[in-house]
């Protein structure tokens, strides 16, 4: 930590004062039940069409809020995922779209919710643009303009993180303003290394595809950066999250930072996306399409809610000491993975 840290830690207290207007602590409050006036719908039916897989925490934290959302609605609700998170081969979000597709056709929805930008991509834009069934997106990254969209029949809820925010705390602890980006080698990790670049005017982002390359980039961004966000990395091949945990902590020389939860065991610090946000304003938004307003009708959104997460074992590898502005709204983030 230089020596100026502790004068940087003052001004931390106000630069975290503003950011957290914009800013919604803790999941929970994104969890929200249809109102009492929304709430019979025996007979409608809303199909849930998730990207990746039961288990992938972004995605099952929207699904949770998606169930507590029309819990006692009467809605009919059917959960279809596409898996392509572990299957990313092209061929495979082909078939992907084409039996979600199939699902689609076989329960007759009312409604269909998709998540994240292949389900968008696989299914929404080759077979139901402009289309009579409505579709509410979330979870598409940064905008829907590479799939045409909106469409006619859809609206949604962009999924963005709050970089410049990150990168100014992130600023707060580091002997400079050089900052860089590395993530997984995929369409999504593009996109977002793209926008990356384009916030912070840094070409300073490496896209891997292996455990190895991940490894090997991290020790040699730190060497010629003075900060570094940490992507989703989740379908690198050899991946050993333990030992990645244990890379990171003999390695880290320079404040790292996170914009998702999963990426905290190797981050100090974190504005994470709450994925509670984008599942809840999926369903409520299902509901007002079923109450008959046009997916015209809705603007299309972006979230608002972030969570501030800290990494203490890693601060500590830093010598770092969060000021009490942080501290007092941040959950702490254990090494185990528990808050």
């Given at each position: 930590m230089?020596?100026?840290?502790?004068t940087?830690?003052?001004i931390?207290?106000t630069v975290?004062a503003?950011?957290?207007?914009a800013?919604?602590?803790?999941?929970g409050?994104s969890r929200?039940?249809a109102?009492?006036?929304l709430?019979s719908?025996a007979?409608?039916?809303i199909?849930?069409i998730n990207?990746?897989?039961?288990?992938?925490?972004?995605?099952?934290?929207?699904?949770d809020?998606?169930?507590?959302?029309?819990?006692d609605?009467?809605?009919?609700?059917?959960?279809?995922?596409?898996?392509?998170k572990r299957?990313?081969?092209?061929?495979?979000k082909e078939?992907?779209g084409?039996?979600?597709k199939a699902?689609i056709e076989?329960?007759?929805?009312?409604?269909?919710?998709?998540?994240?930008?292949?389900?968008?991509?696989?299914?929404?834009?080759?077979?139901?643009?402009?289309?009579?069934?409505?579709f509410?997106?979330?979870?598409?990254?940064?905008?829907?303009l590479?799939y045409?969209?909106?469409?006619?029949?859809?609206?949604g809820?962009l999924e963005?993180t709050l970089?410049?925010?990150l990168?100014?705390?992130?600023?707060?602890?580091?002997?400079?303003?050089r900052?860089?980006?590395?993530?997984?080698?995929?369409?999504?990790?593009?996109?977002?290394?793209?926008?990356?670049?384009k916030?912070?005017?840094?070409?300073?982002?490496?896209?891997?595809n292996?455990?190895?390359?991940?490894?090997r980039?991290?020790?040699?961004?730190?060497a010629?950066l003075?900060m570094?966000?940490?992507?989703?990395?989740?379908g690198?091949?050899?991946?050993?999250e333990?030992?990645?945990?244990?890379?990171?902590?003999?390695?880290?020389?320079?404040?790292?930072?996170?914009?998702?939860?999963?990426e905290?065991?190797?981050?100090?610090?974190g504005?994470?996306?709450i994925?509670e946000e984008?599942?809840?304003?999926?369903?409520q938004?299902?509901?007002?399409i079923l109450?008959g307003?046009?997916?015209?009708d809705i603007?299309e959104?972006?979230?608002?809610q972030a969570?501030?997460?800290?990494n203490?074992a890693?601060a500590d590898?830093?010598?770092?000491?969060?000021?009490?502005s942080?501290?007092k709204?941040?959950?702490?983030?254990?090494?185990?993975?528990?808050?």
């Amino acid at each position: 930590m230089n020596e100026n840290n502790s004068t940087k830690s003052v001004i931390a207290a106000t630069v975290v004062a503003s950011v957290m207007t914009a800013l919604l602590l803790g999941p929970g409050c994104s969890r929200a039940k249809a109102t009492p006036e929304l709430a019979s719908y025996a007979g409608k039916k809303i199909l849930y069409i998730n990207s990746y897989h039961e288990g992938y925490e972004w995605s099952d934290g929207i699904t949770d809020a998606i169930r507590n959302t029309l819990y006692d609605t009467g809605v009919e609700l059917r959960i279809h995922t596409m898996d392509t998170k572990r299957n990313p081969d092209q061929a495979f979000k082909e078939r992907a779209g084409l039996e979600a597709k199939a699902v689609i056709e076989a329960f007759n929805p009312d409604v269909v919710i998709t998540s994240d930008d292949n389900a968008f991509k696989y299914v929404v834009m080759p077979y139901y643009r402009d289309a009579d069934l409505a579709f509410v997106y979330c979870g598409i990254n940064w905008d829907a303009l590479v799939y045409g969209a909106p469409y006619r029949n859809t609206t949604g809820m962009l999924e963005v993180t709050l970089l410049e925010q990150l990168v100014e705390e992130l600023k707060n602890y580091a002997d400079g303003d050089r900052i860089g980006y590395l993530v997984m080698e995929s369409s999504t990790g593009r996109k977002e290394g793209e926008y990356f670049s384009k916030v912070l005017h840094t070409s300073d982002i490496r896209y891997v595809n292996s455990f190895s390359e991940w490894k090997r980039a991290f020790v040699d961004m730190q060497a010629t950066l003075d900060m570094l966000v940490i992507g989703n990395f989740r379908g690198i091949t050899g991946l050993d999250e333990k030992e990645a945990q244990e890379f990171v902590r003999e390695t880290i020389k320079i404040p790292v930072g996170a914009d998702h939860e999963p990426e905290m065991p190797y981050a100090m610090i974190g504005f994470v996306t709450i994925a509670e946000e984008q599942g809840a304003w999926a369903a409520q938004t299902a509901l007002r399409i079923l109450n008959g307003t046009h997916p015209l009708d809705i603007p299309e959104v972006t979230n608002k809610q972030a969570q501030v997460l800290v990494n203490l074992a890693l601060a500590d590898k830093l010598d770092i000491i969060f000021p009490p502005s942080i501290l007092k709204i941040a959950e702490i983030y254990e090494p185990d993975g528990s808050q």
